[in-house]
Nanobody
Framework: QVQLVESGGGSVQAGGSLRLSCAAS????????MGWFRQAPGKEREFLAG????????TYADSVKGRFTISRDNAKNTVSLQMNSLKPEDTAVYYC???????????WGQGTQVTVSS
């Protein structure tokens, strides 16, 4: 089992940047692919970015490609999401997830709110 704790959310104006971090409890962190998802009010949870176990491959949703960057530090059991050029439509609760395949989450964090104002 993996426990995930996100941090770094907050409020920012359009065009600004935020960096989200997720700390994982598992000693077997490298067993999991990691991903970031978000859920806006009234909408389904949306996949944003994923990264393989060794960090060698990343994948992004079209909506964030070129603006968001996922990375992981296996020595620190952390995964991060750098978000640039934020838009009001990026407003949502952002979740970190651990899974066995990309785009799939087996374990989830509690979420962190990101609010982008125009």
């Amino acid at each position: 089992q993996v426990q995930l704790v996100e941090s770094g959310g907050g409020s920012v104006q359009a065009g600004g940047s935020l960096r989200l971090s997720c700390a994982a409890s598992a000693r077997t962190f490298t067993t999991y692919v990691m991903g970031w998802f978000r859920q806006a009010p009234g909408k389904e949870r949306e996949f944003l970015a994923g990264i393989t176990r060794n960090g060698g491959t990343t994948t992004y949703a079209d909506s964030v490609k070129g603006r968001f960057t996922i990375s992981r530090d296996n020595a620190k059991n952390t995964v991060s999401l750098q978000m640039n050029s934020l838009k009001p439509e990026d407003t949502a609760v952002y979740y970190c997830a651990a899974g066995l395949i990309l785009r799939d989450g087996r374990y989830w964090g509690q979420g962190t709110q990101v609010t982008v104002s125009s």
